[in-house]
């Protein structure tokens, strides 16, 4: 009994941790390569550093120095490798299989490389980049959105778009346009955003020394997406189906508490009537002898009276009859 109790107070110990502790964002993505400066922030802008093996989740952002560069395998099978010099966020994300999967991303300043997965391809609605400027969908791409914040010598700054495969939408309040493979769309930071098409691929979209390996991820990524969802919905439906038990063992663990209570307090309401009803029937026992023994009192003295009598007067009623014992006619 003992160790059942103590079972059910851990149980609800951990329990209101739980409650307690702040929701877990949904993972995004796995860091499979991190070079020179590369630093993450949480959703309260607290920094870490990453490594291969590591978990990029919902809400966090990614901040690259001039050497740094860090590659992300997505949950949705698709894959990122953000550039030097870049200033980004994953708003929301969700990867379960299923119409509500969703993969938003701020990009800032610098530029980073997405090869789509499942979200992509089967919801692409959901899939967007959004700069300060435009707001980029994709259609089964390969691309790599860029940002030039003012100030910048790099080029004119505004929201670029580079597509090596699928397609790309640059959209703003004032249009907007589809980008085809190797095109790279265009909305400027001043004056009236209209998104266009550049006659030309512009000079500053450089590759990395890992650009062939990156080059290969399409492919890699296509052949492999419709399995990994699969697979992806049939973990989810499993992950499911085990907080199910879970919460019915929890609940039958709150039952068998509530039993355990119930029973202690009705067993602590029999230790404190037990000794009442006991002195009740003292009570009503000791009332019921006491006419008995006054009756048996009054019945003995009843008894005891005529003996004395009879001692007094000698046999007979009302203790009269003949004299004394020897009496009678004397002697001549």
Request: proline fraction near 7%; aromatic fraction near 6%.
């Amino acid at each position: 009994m003992r160790r059942l109790l103590l079972a059910v107070c851990l149980l609800f110990a951990a329990l209101g941790a739980f409650a307690q502790s702040p929701p877990v964002a949904n993972p995004a993505g796995k860091v499979e390569l991190v070079e020179g400066d590369v630093t993450v922030y949480d959703r309260a802008k607290k920094p870490r550093r990453v490594a291969v093996g590591d978990k990029v989740h919902e809400g966090e952002g990614i901040v690259t120095g001039p050497d740094g560069e860090l590659h992300l395998a997505m949950e949705d099978g698709g894959f990122i490798a953000v550039r030097p010099n870049t200033r980004m966020s994953i708003t929301a994300y969700r990867a379960e299989g299923d119409e509500q999967d969703k993969s938003f991303f701020s990009l800032l300043a610098g530029t980073f490389r997405s090869v789509t997965g499942w979200i992509g391809k089967f919801n692409p609605r959901s899939y967007q980049v959004r700069t300060p400027t435009a707001t980029i969908g994709v259609r089964g791409t390969d691309h790599e959105p860029l940002v030039i914040p003012e100030g910048s010598r790099e080029g004119e700054p505004g929201s670029y778009d580079k597509v090596n495969v699928g397609a790309t939408t640059l959209k703003t309040q004032h249009g907007s346009v589809e980008v085809r493979p190797n095109q790279a769309g265009f909305v400027p930071l001043k004056g009236r955003p209209q998104p266009r098409v550049l006659a030309q691929v512009p000079a500053f979209f450089k590759a990395t020394r890992h650009e062939p390996s990156i080059a290969a991820r399409h492919e890699a990524v296509s052949r492999a997406i419709d399995q990994r969802r699969d697979e992806r919905r049939k973990f989810i439906k499993e992950q499911k189906s085990q907080i199910e038990r879970q919460k019915g063992e929890r609940q039958k663990a709150l039952q068998e508490r509530r039993r355990e209570r119930e029973a202690q307090r009705e067993q602590r309401r029999q230790e404190h009537v037990r000794p009442r009803e006991e002195r009740d029937m003292r009570q009503r026992d000791g009332a019921e002898r006491r006419p008995r023994f006054e009756e048996r009192q009054e019945k003995g003295r009843q008894e005891r009276q005529p003996r004395s009598l009879e001692r007094e007067h000698g046999p007979g009623q009302g203790g009269q009859g003949q004299g004394p014992r020897g009496g009678g006619r004397g002697r001549d």
